[in-house]
């Protein structure tokens, strides 16, 4: 007994330091978000890039990632997580090298490749890491915890890149971000090399978490190539709350992507604000994504995981849906609390779903089905709002850009209550179950070798 209470406490050791290290690379990784990208638009326009050209540029992440999060998310259950992560790391450090030299909109392209290939190879396996270090009852709260203290973080960051980027210009921002690439490169390094975890929960009795959601186990190594992954991602479709996970992240990054596009050149260049606004109002806006963050357990109280998703992703949309009658700063700060709000909840209700119908060993690849969903919405809207923006004006855009998104809200409802394209994705598989990957499985039905 003695021996198995002291293998439980450096079991607990073990997740902690692990969370401890995830939650760093976490921060180190998403420092393109706070430190990077809100400056980029600006930086596009003064070396010569037309809004068309800013929303292109925008939209080259999620182009790349489209195609790259699903074999990316195979990829990290076949080869490992932890080897993802660095290659991860080495990989954004190119980008953020040709960022911090660039002088001409052309040389945003291939930096904005590196960033995004870096992106795609960290998030599947940070966030399928993240979630087989907790058991299911507590999977929401510790994802929350994570994005809270990721947030924290990252707080000042906006505020000092809008600083450095009026008094020194932006390629000392591409340097900073640099040098925490390399440090997370660094810590990446400390990450143990372990083999995937069990999908089976000792805190909660020992059963399956594939049992306990309903999910089929695909082994432990489930995508067998480019094809194999592209079928299980298309057998995960098949359950409802993936669906439903996958739907609400199009729909919530098609928000996104139009405000970043058209949030900070409107700020600087219709309100007359300095860049250094701009990153204040992102500041302000970090402080209530965190807090959302920390108390989602409470601010989804009394809610399904999916009302909280679409019910927050409403607000949001409410919120930007203002923006062309905003004229003055404590109105901006207004919007940024509320959008800072439902910006929290959001991204750890997709999660939370995702998680909870997954085994442990599926969830790599739901993570990158994650991704995949989320950079439709950000691919297509980046292009929307350019091309809306320079033949409408930018108020136009933030208005018909969000009154869609609360359409596709409404019509991701639906989807959930009927259950009519996940069924039809069920029966697609039930026709090609034959052609499948050796040793994957179709819900009702036993692996074919």
């Keep these: 007994m003695a021996t198995v209470l002291r293998f439980m406490k450096l079991d607990e050791i073990r997740r902690r330091r692990e969370l401890g290290l995830l939650i760093c690379l976490g921060v180190m990784e998403g420092f393109s978000w706070t430190l990077i990208k809100p400056m980029l638009p600006l930086f596009a326009t003064n070396i010569g890039a037309s809004t068309a050209l800013v929303g292109v540029i925008v939209a080259v992440p999620p182009l790349v990632q489209i195609f790259t999060r699903i074999p990316s998310g195979a990829a990290a259950v076949r080869f490992g997580k932890r080897r993802m992560i660095i290659l991860s790391f080495m990989v954004t450090a190119v980008g953020a090298l040709i960022l911090t030299l660039t002088r001409t909109p052309l040389l945003l392209f291939p930096a904005q490749l590196c960033v995004a ?32 203290v990721q947030g924290l973080a990252g707080l000042a960051l906006p505020y000092m890149a809008g600083r450095v980027f009026d008094l020194y210009g932006f390629w000392l921002n591409g340097l900073i971000y640099l040098v925490f690439i390399g440090a997370g490169l660094f810590v990446a390094r400390l990450l143990p090399n372990l083999e995937p975890v069990s999908d089976h929960d000792p805190a909660e009795g020992g059963e399956s978490v594939a049992a306990r959601s309903g999910a089929q186990p695909l082994g432990p190594k489930p995508a067998a190539g480019l094809f194999g992954s592209l079928a299980a991602a298309r057998r995960l479709l098949a359950r409802e709350q993936v669906l439903l996970a996958a739907w609400g992240g199009f729909v919530i990054f098609f928000s996104w992507g139009i405000s970043s ?7 600087r260049d219709v309100l007359g604000f300095s860049a250094t606004t701009v990153g204040m109002l992102m500041t302000w806006q970090g402080i209530f994504v965190a807090i959302s963050r920390f108390s989602y357990a409470r601010v989804s109280a009394g809610l399904r995981v999916d009302r909280a998703m679409i019910c927050t992703a409403a607000i949001n949309c409410a919120a930007m849906m203002m923006m062309p009658w905003v004229r003055n700063l404590p109105a901006l700060m207004l919007v940024s609390a ?24 599926e969830r790599s690849l739901a993570m990158g089905l994650d991704g ?43 989807v959930s209550r009927s259950g009519r394209l996940a069924r039809t994705l069920s029966g697609l598989e039930l026709v090609t179950a034959d052609h499948q990957a050796p040793g994957l499985t179709v819900p009702g039905r036993a692996a074919t070798s």
């Design 338 to 361: 509320v959008t800072g709000c439902a910006s929290g909840v959001l991204p750890v209700a997709i999660k939370t779903l995702y998680a909870n119908a997954t085994s442990d060993n």
């Design 372 to 414: 995949v969903a989320m950079n439709f919405g950000a691919l297509v809207s980046p292009l929307l709002a350019g091309v809306t923006a320079q033949a409408f004006g930018i108020p136009a855009t933030f208005f018909a850009g969000n009154l869609l998104t609360l359409v596709a809200l409404a019509m991701a409802r639906k």
């Design 261 to 267: 596009v058209v949030y900070s050149i409107y700020v």
């Design 117 to 148: 290939l870096g992106e795609t190879f960290f998030w599947p396996a940070n966030w399928a890491y993240v979630t087989s270090l907790a058991p299911r009852r507590r999977q929401g709260t510790v994802v929350g915890m994570v994005m809270g």
